[in-house]
């Protein structure tokens, strides 16, 4: 119960690495949410949101691998769902970057196990709508970029 998202951005990859890893590009597709974290294997990430006009934690993870325009992973974990702080409680988040033909750049997202909740079918099911924007909103955003640079 692994979502798999993948897009092609007419953007080089440096382009598209710059996006998902800058605070104000984050937040504009993950919802309004903003890391915090130093970007660094191994470090602590959280997640940071408004909910009704207060700046709160709303989940948290673990940079686990950090590739400059290649591939960020990180793990996931969202209390939201009403689950116990265990290590099989984490998702995985994939970010990888492929450098397609004539500058452009295949994004792939992949986010999951979650078969290890009994509502998995529902978690993949919101995974795989927000994954979609996602993907779309990181490809606006990096064409746009290199349209200002």
Do not use: C
């Not at 709508?129 to 640079?149: C, H, M, P, Y």
Request: charged share 25%.
């Amino acid at each position: 119960m692994i979502v798999k998202k993948s897009i092609e951005i007419n953007a080089p990859p440096s382009t598209v690495w710059e996006v998902i890893t800058d605070e104000k590009s984050i937040a504009t597709f993950m919802l309004g949410m903003k890391p915090l974290t130093d970007w660094k294997e191994g470090s602590p990430m959280t997640w940071t949101g408004r909910h009704e006009a207060q700046e709160q934690h709303m989940a948290k993870g673990r940079i686990l691998e950090r590739t400059p325009n290649e591939q960020l992973r990180y793990s996931f974990f969202f209390p939201g769902y009403g689950h116990a702080d265990i290590p099989e409680h984490y998702q995985e988040i994939i970010l990888r970057l492929e450098k397609a033909a004539n500058e452009k750049t295949m994004l792939y997202a992949q986010q999951g196990d979650f078969s290890v909740f009994d509502e998995g079918a529902t978690y993949v099911q919101h995974a795989s709508d927000f994954w979609e924007q996602a993907v779309t909103k990181i490809k606006e955003l990096a064409e746009n970029r290199g349209l200002s640079s």
